[in-house]
């Protein structure tokens, strides 16, 4: 579901993967509270992982298998969090308030973020669902209605005679797509014409126009979530802790892209048609890769960002220019980046005998990825269009300065320099 990224209104955010990434983080943090309350039990159940009843698991299932994007928000934002969230109200409603205070906090500090999150979702569904859609969608809807009936809703309590459910949407098994979906912010997805890390680098070139390169850099990094989705969804046996920390470094990195896109839009640059932003990184992985290799390749990348020339090196570029955005947003890229460190120490690194094997593997697996530069231009996928003299002089305009020629000559491409400033060989 991270791969979907629709839009919802004019404004022209990365809303959905945006949204369903915070939400995913968001319900990550509360589950993990209420985990901990409920072990606090005197008798505590003792599998927090099994369904308490089929009914919901129908009623989830059909959720996940939800056929298109209007499906998928009427399903999470019309039945499930409402149904969660009157399970929580009636649980502060029924508890003894002084007796079971722990977990009364804990449901109220949900409620408040279970209500962005349906807010959120109310907006979607208004800008996405018309009347039509919401007659097709009729039955459905009252599948999942059954399904909770059946279940007694979220808590259980109010069962009522069951009428026999018949999945839908999950007849067969949920087959989860890796290949990231984009709408039309993204004209030229397979566009690796423009090598940001080698301009970054060149101490000749000066701060202001790398803050351009910074906010693509941190904008592309919309790639992230969508292969660590991938990572999360087909990596079945860790604890709940992993799912945890992965969601919240998925957040983060969808975050991350929004830094990139306000920072264009705070200098009036129209990025969807100025900067293209490829998915070329987040496809190979899901399609070439497994779960394990993707993460060793993220991993190998991230503890790159740790020595002098990266993250540090990020915030110095943008603390020396005149962009006061770009220096604060990568005051909490860097400081987001030690935290993904962590997360990589925690559920990658431990599976090695010693660190450098494990950076090692992710080299090699890296290495093996095919990014088929001069096929994608071959098969008329991509021109590798340089659009950077286009948005340097857009930005110059907008800082009432002239455009400096050096910097707007700049043309190197990812054809052989990888974006960790490793030569390619051949044209692959
Ligand atoms: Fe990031
Ligand atoms: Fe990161």
Redesign the pocket.
């Known amino acids: 579901m991270f791969g979907a990224e629709m839009r919802m209104d004019a404004e022209g955010h990365l809303q959905f993967v945006d949204g369903f990434s915070l939400h995913a983080h968001l319900c990550a943090e509360h589950v993990s509270a209420l985990r901990k309350r409920v072990s606090e039990m005197r008798e505590p159940p003792l599998n927090l992982e099994a369904v308490p009843d089929p009914n919901l698991e129908i009623f989830f299932d059909e959720i996940l298998s939800a056929p298109t994007t209007e499906e998928l928000l009427l399903g999470l934002y019309e039945k499930a969090l409402p149904a969660l969230k009157a399970a929580l109200e009636r649980h502060l409603k029924e508890t003894n308030p002084l007796a079971d205070q722990p977990s009364t906090r804990v449901c109220r500090f949900a409620l408040i973020e279970i209500d962005d999150m349906i807010e959120f979702g109310f907006r979607s569904i208004a800008s996405l669902v018309d009347g039509p859609c919401r007659e097709t969608t009729r039955p459905w809807i009252g599948l999942l209605d059954d399904c909770l009936a059946a279940a007694g809703t979220i808590s259980g309590a109010d069962k009522s005679a069951a009428k026999p459910i018949q999945r839908r949407h999950s007849a067969a098994p949920y087959q989860y797509d890796r290949i990231p979906k984009r709408d039309e912010r993204f004209p030229d997805p397979f566009n690796m014409g423009v090598n940001a890390e080698v301009f970054l680098y060149d101490a000749k070139f000066p701060p202001e126009p790398k803050t351009l390169m910074m906010f693509y850099k941190r904008l592309r990094e919309i790639d992230?979530p969508e292969m660590m989705a991938s990572i999360i969804t087909e990596t079945r046996d860790k604890p709940w802790k992993y799912s945890r920390d992965m969601t919240r470094?998925l957040w983060?990195?969808a975050r991350h892209a929004m830094m990139g896109e306000v920072g264009f839009a705070n200098l009036g640059i129209d990025w969807p048609h100025k900067v293209m932003i490829n998915h070329t990184w987040s496809l190979a992985l899901n399609t070439q890769l497994k779960p394990i290799e993707r993460h060793a390749v993220l991993y190998f990348i991230?503890q790159g960002l740790m020595p002098k020339n990266g993250k540090r090196f990020e915030w110095e570029v943008g603390r020396a220019s005149h962009n006061p955005l770009s220096g604060l947003f990568q005051d909490y890229d860097w400081a987001?980046?030690v935290l993904?460190a962590r997360i990589g120490r925690d559920w990658y690194l431990k599976d090695f005998k010693n660190p450098q094997e494990a950076v090692r593997y992710g080299d090699q697996c890296w290495s093996r990825v095919l990014m088929n530069w001069e096929s994608w231009r071959q098969q008329g996928l991509t021109q590798h269009r340089n659009w950077w003299p286009e948005v340097y002089r857009e930005a110059c305009k907008h800082w009432g300065i002239e455009p400096d020629p050096e910097v707007l000559a700049y043309s190197t491409t990812y054809q052989t320099v990888r974006a960790d400033l490793k030569e390619l060989t051949g044209s692959a």
Request: proline content about 0%; charged content about 60%.
């Open positions: 992230v470094q983060d990195e991230e987001d980046e993904h």
